[in-house]
């Protein structure tokens, strides 16, 4: 008996360990790992103009920086003048330091803390005194013009004068009682009692630091850096450049992690030799780094001369962040129901954001909306089910603001506040509401997708009557108009288009003779599913037989390319991914037999192939649906986990890298061979490019959760997150 109650309890401990959570299970047992964000601290304005030079925190969590206009701490989100310690006021204080984890400072006539009952208090008589480090035993090293000075316990002071020119930086060997002194060409050995000694040579040094418990110091350069074994200084290894930016101003060991500072921004390299970048205003105030630190609470001190950024790790779960994302959206991104785009009229600023219109409102809706529904379904959360009716109201009216019957506007606004675009923008029956014509098909996509999981899963049969009414007379205005979405005046508009005349004019190299293919029949098994009428169906079989929309379903995805003189073959088409994928859901979940669900498997299965170094949750998981054993989990939670907290569109660069291997021109735009975390690229939607290096919107957008929240909830929905 105890050994059945040992085994029961040893299966519980390995999932909650998440032990099944590896390669060889199909789900991910949610639980607690590092989510890295920034906190920026900015210089206040009356300090603009301010020169910092270091950075520093104690054992009590007080962070200080150092500048040319004395010592600033942080308050209210800025850095002002440190006011605490008044003595420290009247003192010229050249440099700054910690020692034991207490702050230690450098003036021009001391060194001095206010730790150890302010006993430490040294007198240097230096002149022109500039660097200093602090040794084993209240022991000291500092530099003057042309000289090194070494104050003793005993307070004797030895000098020396030093051939080093433009001394960058001191640094303390603790396990071989010794300084190093590092120069633009040299690295000098002073030992307390013995001759300074030169023990290596190079070109534009910049740095240095012992790391591996002091067995191996890095010499940072303007080109990369250089290992030296830190007891005999031989170089253990080539000048290391493929770095994501090689021009090296300091580098620090913090906690397990090597930190380098940069002219483009902060990188970690992690022991198992995993590299995370830092830079762009995503992550600092400035990318041009002056000093790193270890800070309080395992967070790292990033200064630059706009200020102080702080990279913060926090153990937190996924179900965490999307409550994070859930805050985020509702606080800022619901317009009338909508889920909206945030534009900000200064770059970064939140207080300026101002809710504007897409031409895809009801698509984005649609993703934000899906995400409340499974959200709802896992947890029966209320406010998830009240969340997604004000969405679905807002999409609903999308379709009964205009007079055209079955058509669904693109957005809508109260009447005046769109001026341009009159050609687009008409006047609802109301006199109170524009409405936005034109509708494309990612808008029906977006429509037909969730309404079928609002149809399933909201508890309210009357609220399920109200989308089953939505999807039908969208289907009834298709097929009424002959398999076009018929515009306000008369005419079909550019994208809503499924009429066999349009889609097989398509040679079958271009994506959207098989894309428009997969939306129609989806619409039309969706509807069939849940009305029950059979002129749906029979509409379906006859795209089908008569006019090859299943041969057009079933063209191998990998022909898809070039075509002379066809624009929209110019390149691949990552908006069509998305209408593709979304359409999946309805295409396969409401196939009419069995057989034609194998087929329309072997189709997604073939579209997710070609998209899998995209490493995109969303698209994983709707290929889930169709029981692949292989839907690439560990991917979709890499995705999930290193998603950045900060949604802003700050521009962002990465082709300047040296540590990416890039590829060729190719038609699918990949850029490199192993595609970058989400937080290190430029953010966008799932219409955007992944492998996009540089790019960004200078900080003048936020995007909304959804991009987060409808993957993490569909996991859960499938029970692939647990």
Known sequence: MKNIVRAAIYSVLLIVSGAYAGNNQNFYIDRPYLQDFAEKIPLSEELAGTKLSSVCSDRNGRILVLSNKGLLQIHNGKLVPDMQNRPLLDMQIINMD??????????D??????????KLY????????GLFEMGSSFDFLVTGKDTLAYFGQSKNIEKFETTQKHIKQLLFDRKRNRFLVLSDNQLDCFSPGKKIKKVFEGRDLYCIELINDNTVLLVGTQDGYIELDANTFSQRSVLKKELPCADIRCIRQIGNKIWFGTSRGAFAVHSNGQTDYYASKRWLLEDTVIDLAKGPNNSVLVLGQGGLSIIH??????????KHFDKLTRKRHIRYGLNSALHLSKSGDLSTGTLVDTDNDGLWTSMYLAGELFRYDVTKSQDALQNSYEAFEAMERLTYINPLEGFPSRTFERTGYKLADKDRWR??????????????????VGHYFVYSIFAEVVPDQKWRNRSIHLM?????????????????????TLWGKWHPDYVNKFPKQVGDRRLNSVEIIGFLQTTYHFTGKEIYKEKAFELMDKYGYLDNIMIPISQIGRVPDIDLTTEWNHSDDELAFLSYWNLYKYAFTDELRKKYGRAVREHWEIERPEKNPLWNLIYAITGADEFDLDETIWGLKEFPLDMIGWSVQNSHRKDLEFL?????NQTTRKLLPPDERPMSKYNGNHFRLDGGEGGRREFSGDIYLLPYWLGRYLQKIK
């Open 109 to 118: 006539k001391v060194v001095l803390s206010n730790a150890w009952a302010g």
């Open 427 to 444: 006047l609802a029956e109301d006199q109170i509401w524009d409405w936005k014509a034109t509708t494309s098909s990612d808008e029906i």
């Open 98 to 107: 910690t020692y034991r984890d207490q702050f230690v400072y450098l003036t």
């Open 313 to 322: 790790f926090k153990m937190m779960t996924l179900q965490q962040k999307a």
């Open 472 to 492: 039908k007379i969208i289907m009834d205005h298709i097929i009424r108009n002959d398999w076009y979405l018929i515009d306000y005046d008369g005419k079909p």
């Open 664 to 668: 060729g021109p190719n038609f699918r």
């Open 122 to 129: 040294v007198r240097h008589k230096t002149a022109d005194i």
